[in-house]
């Protein structure tokens, strides 16, 4: 019988045991009909899965015996940062989905001058529910993981989220020298940053404050694409180059 995977968050483990409540917990006893002595997997969300049995069911809680813990070699690969300029509705949450599928290890919505969602109210609603579809995401495609999500930030906020990176590659469409091929060849030991701005474009302004900051310009070719592709495209190249090994 297949092993299923769930997320908890670690601070509910203690001296071998698991407490899951809530959507989890209805997930194990609803949908996987799990019964006392069902093994069911963990994940952390920090890089360990954790080989259960369960121990217990006490109305909506389930309890569970770790029999044993296991890091896994995702940690190992080259971790992507994204900068993305936030975009509205669904078109949003299936970024967040894909790039989750893909490898990435954290999300900046970052706020450009022609970014078009507005965060005053709801903020906290959005980057919530971004961060389900992300632990969702990570679950249903295996991951060890869970990419972590950043607040929205303006543009000149996002240097702390970036500070440890040296590659750091912006995306823009008014780039005729530099490809993707070019900063792939030069990348040197750790992770990147990749920056995608709003699909009215990065302004000049932006871009010079971009170059300051160590970022190199590039373009993936004549086509333009939507906000929510490049980053699919910029990920799929990544892992391909430097994770398939």
């Known amino acids: 019988m297949e092993v299923r995977r769930i997320f908890v968050d670690k601070l509910k483990m203690k001296n071998g045991m698991v407490l899951v409540t809530g959507p989890s917990c209805k997930y194990i006893l609803q949908v996987l009909r799990k019964v006392v002595n069902d093994r069911i997997d963990v994940m952390d969300g ?5 080989r259960c049995m369960i121990n217990a069911i006490k109305g909506k809680e389930v309890y569970l015996h770790i029999m044993d813990a296991v890091p896994h070699p995702e940690e190992k690969k080259t971790k992507v940062t994204l900068l993305v300029s936030p975009i509205k509705g669904p078109r949003m ?21 022609r970014t078009v969602v507005k965060f005053q109210d709801g903020e906290a609603e959005k980057c919530e529910r971004w961060k389900r579809i992300m632990i969702e995401a990570s679950r249903q495609s295996g991951r060890f993981s869970v990419p972590e999500m950043c607040p929205p930030t303006p543009l000149r906020g996002m240097l702390p989220f970036i ?5 750091r590659w912006l995306m823009y469409e008014r780039e005729k020298s530099t490809t993707m091929k070019d900063v792939l060849g030069g990348k040197k030991n750790g992770g990147v940053c990749v920056a995608i701005g709003p699909e009215g474009g990065v302004e000049e302004a932006e871009v010079k404050f971009f170059t300051d900051n160590g970022f190199v ?3 993936l070719g004549e086509n ?5 592709t490049t980053p699919l495209v910029v990920l799929s190249v990544i892992f391909y180059e430097f994770n398939m090994r």
Do not use: M, N, Q
């Open 46 to 50: 920090k890089g360990y899965l954790y």
């Open 224 to 228: 333009i694409l939507r906000t929510e």
């Open 93 to 113: 949450d299936w970024l967040v989905e894909k790039a989750t599928e893909l490898g990435v290890d954290k999300i900046v919505p970052t706020i450009f001058r």
């Open 163 to 167: 500070d440890h990176l040296e590659d």
């Open 217 to 219: 310009p590039c373009t």
